[in-house]
Every structure is written in C-alpha cells, then in structure tokens.
C-alpha cells in the first residue's frame, strides 16, 4: 500500500498503542462503522502495511541480562553466499535481529544472552558456526536508552 488515507492513518496509530482493540472498539475511535473498520484493517494487512501482531516481552524476564550487537563480515558478497548465511542465522535462537548492511561489515546482529558465559556459547555454537563467516567482531550493550517498537504515522 502506497497511500493512506486520515482514517488508515487513525486505524494505525490505534492499533500500534493496542493491538488487541476490538473492532468495535477501534471502529469508534477512528469513526468508522464496525463492518468498514474491519474491512480497511483487513486491506491493510493484506497489503503488508501490518504485518502482524504480537506481545513484547522482556528479555530481563526471561533471565536474559545481555544485549550482543555482532558485526559479521563474510567471505564474499555472491547471492548463494549470502543465502546461506541468512538460511542459517535464522536457525538461531539467541539472534533477535539481523540486518545486511552496506559499509565495512556484511551483517549486524542483536543477540541476547544471559550472562557472559551463555554468549561464550552462542558465540562458539552458533556465530562461529555459520557459514561463509571470516570476521566476528562483538560489542556488549551496557544500557538500553530506547527501544521503539513502532514507527510515527
């Protein structure tokens, strides 16, 4: 979807804040009638403008005190090379994001652990272990300032 409308806009920034809003709920808040609501959410979502929804939960709950921004440089830039990498880190549990960059580095990772020892592991099982790696170069998250789940509308 290319375009929104004032009324897609509204359905956005109510469902960002509560994803779990009723219909009739947000057909009220954005002045819609319930049966119009839904269908504007559902073109929405069938056109990948939401792509899902889901529950933040935090990581420190799950006993994982670390945060692991990885930079990752890779033998070459050929497709297949790449394909493989990306089949493979998505095996990872521990990655919570990876991005291909451009620049110095091939990829950046977030990776959570639970203590230093836990990273030592995925570290050694898993980053080492992926294929086409040459370079691994680690930095640990001292405190998290913002971490924004959304984008403005």
């Known amino acids: 979807m290319t375009h929104l409308d004032a009324i897609d806009a509204a359905i956005l920034k109510v469902i960002q804040q509560n994803g779990r809003i009723s219909n009739a709920q947000l057909a009220e808040r954005v002045g819609l009638s319930p049966s119009a609501c839904s269908r504007r959410l559902d073109i929405l979502e069938k056109s990948g403008t939401v792509t899902g929804y889901h529950a933040r939960i935090s990581p420190k709950a799950l006993d994982y005190k ?10 070459g830039q050929f497709a297949k090379t790449l394909a493989e990498f990306e089949a493979a880190v998505k095996l990872c549990p521990n990655v ?6 451009s620049g110095e580095y091939d990829y950046i990772l977030r990776v959570a652990a639970k203590d230093l020892e836990d990273y030592e592991r995925i570290h050694r099982d898993w980053l080492s272990a992926l294929p086409h790696v040459v370079k691994i170069n680690s930095s640990f998250a001292l405190r998290e300032v913002i971490d924004r789940p959304n984008v403005g509308v």
């Open 96 to 101: 919570l994001v990876c991005y291909l960059m």
């Open 66 to 75: 670390m945060i692991a921004i990885v930079h990752i440089s890779l033998s």
